[in-house]
């Protein structure tokens, strides 16, 4: 069982940037589905986006066009960089890998946007 660890959430004021980082205790390797969820207060969690091999990538369309996520296999790490964040992305961020339909789960990092 990998282990996720989330890092690079805080407090943002509205219209500026995060970048999350997701480092994985075990290989990050092509057939990995990396992904990004959130779960706001009172509210399920959702998908942001996600990437696979060939980084194919997929973005939640609230998110498209701030958001980027992004892998380096070498390091075992993905990355979500947060762009023109709104104060309706404000949420604790997960980490998820799906190999083969096995998943695995970050404990998560807040990310608050507000004035």
């Known amino acids: 069982q990998v282990l996720l660890a989330e890092s690079g959430g805080g407090l943002v004021q509205p219209g500026g940037s995060l970048r999350l980082s997701c480092a994985a205790s075990?290989?990050?390797?092509?057939?990995?589905?990396m992904g990004w969820y959130r779960q706001a207060p009172g509210k399920q969690r959702e998908l942001v986006a996600t990437?696979?091999?060939?980084?194919?990538?997929n973005y939640a369309d609230s998110v498209k066009g701030r958001f980027t996520i992004s892998r380096d296999n070498a390091a075992n790490t993905v990355y979500l960089q947060m762009n023109s964040l709104k104060p309706e992305d404000t949420a604790v961020y997960y980490c998820?890998?799906?190999?083969?339909?096995?998943?695995?789960w970050g404990q998560g990092t807040q990310v608050t946007v507000s004035s």
């Open positions: 998820n890998r799906n190999r083969r339909g096995l998943e695995s």
């Open positions: 075990g290989r990050i390797i092509s057939i990995d589905v």
């Open positions: 990437i696979m091999s060939g980084d194919i990538t």
